[in-house]
């Protein structure tokens, strides 16, 4: 039995969410999302709640099940509320700015690199070295945060670069010199 996939979605107010043959809609505040159904599962929307049923009783199935429920609650969650990564910058003279669509860093190369912020994504520069990524989709925005994380992985050494808030590098001990 999937225990997720078992749990009921609840529909909040404003959003709407509609089934048709193998594609779920989900409209909301935010935007709207589409996304194919897999044939292994099957859908209800009743008393403003979506129930995920499954068609068979094998293991592609019940993962199916459980899969789909996480896809769809995300889904409303998105459009209801947004998601949003928080990316920091360390190091000395590294800094980040928007000009229009595009994120502007300087981040120890020779060059600034230049990045084109996709569409339903707002990206906010704040005090220079912290960058918040919103939109609705939440693969869309961990993609977008993953890439500008990307163009500056923070170094063990001396942890300079592009990480998320709240993540942890852990340090590594340099040369020693022998005496």
Known sequence: MSRIGKKPIVIPSGVKVAVDGKSVRVEGPKGKLERK???LVSLTVEDGRVVVGRKGEDRFSRANQGLMRSLIQN????????YERVLQ????????????????MQIGYSHAIEYDVPENIEVVVEKMTRI???GFDLQVVG???AT????????????KGIMYEGEHIKRKAGKKAVG
């Open 148 to 159: 500008i994380r990307a163009f500056k992985i923070p170094d063990p050494y001396k942890v």
């Open 143 to 145: 993609q977008t945060a």
């Open 75 to 82: 889904m409303v969650t998105g459009v209801n509320t947004g």
């Open 37 to 39: 159904l897999v044939d």
């Open 132 to 134: 918040v990524v919103r």
């Open 89 to 104: 910058i360390s190091g000395v003279g590294y800094r980040a700015e928007l000009q229009g669509k595009k994120l502007v």
